[in-house]
């Protein structure tokens, strides 16, 4: 395959998965990855985002594959696209999901519990299973699932999402378990980020919401690329089974 973007490294031989990547946190990883040399395939539910945010990334190391995450089909077919393109799927990274209400969870119509479990974790784990069987399982490989801070504590008015992602700290757990030692996997906690994805929780406010950040500021997609890239590298090879706090700070204020 011809390098059209000179400006790109050179390959890594490594690809990556990534869910939800057409724009947040998951672009913000897949920048993080394609900028070391990985190649990698972006899905998302908006096919024309995908493909801006393919070219952007450089369309020679990048493929986006649209449709939605809780959708066993679109799991396959994205799977297998890797296989297609590159030959194989070292990396996992489980980020998309979904927060469709906003309220106290005595509340929560018990339908859109369910289609948050099924977007933020059961996709995961479909996601999981068919890149295990298809690569990981012989060859080795590392998975990073994209939990929140706001399951690891009580989350007032995003409770179904804050179950749904202590949900994958558990799942965390249980793949660290039964992939190791070939695949490690991992799951990174962020507290805000500031992407449209949460933009109800600073938006008109991001002062007086960063004010309780020791490090003074809100996160950026920036922030958790870094950290996914962390995770899936040697420098983290035995590092497995773990979530990674990423909150500017914030937790240090929990005992004040």
């Known amino acids: 395959m011809t390098e ?13 998965l990534v869910t939800g990547a057409s724009r947040g946190i998951g672009y913000g ?7 070391r040399g990985d190649r990698v395939v972006i899905t998302g539910r908006n096919e024309d985002a995908l493909k801006e945010a393919a070219e952007k990334l450089g369309a020679d190391r990048v493929v986006g594959v649209a449709g939605k995450a809780h959708d066993e ?12 393109a590159f030959g194989r799927v070292d990396y996992l990274v489980n980020n998309a999901g979904t927060n469709p209400v906003f309220g106290p969870i ?10 948050v479990f099924e977007t933020n974790v059961v996709s995961a784990l479909g996601f999981a299973q068919r890149t295990w069987h ?9 998975i990073v699932n994209i939990a929140s801070i706001a399951g690891l504590n009580a989350s007032p008015f995003i409770g179904a999402y804050g179950m749904s992602k202590a949900a994958m700290v558990n799942l965390t757990l249980q793949l660290g378990h039964e992939f190791a030692p070939g695949v490690r ?5 962020p507290a805000v980020i500031k992407t449209k994805f949460a933009a ?3 938006e008109n406010r991001e002062e007086e919401a960063a004010a309780g950040y020791p490090m003074a500021r809100l996160g950026v997609p920036e922030d958790i690329g870094g950290a996914a890239a962390f995770l ?10 773990q979530t990674l706090v990423v909150d500017g700070g914030l937790f240090l204020n929990a005992g004040v």
């Open 29 to 35: 990883i897949a920048e993080a990855l394609v900028a």
């Open 73 to 84: 089909a679109h799991q396959a077919v994205a799977v297998e696209r890797a296989m297609e």
């Open 106 to 115: 005595a509340d929560l119509d018990l339908g859109v519990a369910r289609k």
């Open 134 to 142: 298809a690569w990981q399982k012989d060859n080795g490989g590392a």
């Open 185 to 189: 996997v991992n799951s990174i906690a």
């Open 200 to 202: 109800a929780l600073y």
């Open 4 to 16: 059209q973007n000179s400006g790109l490294p050179e390959p890594s031989g490594k690809v990556a």
């Open 232 to 241: 899936l590298s040697d420098a983290s090879g035995w590092i497995t089974g």
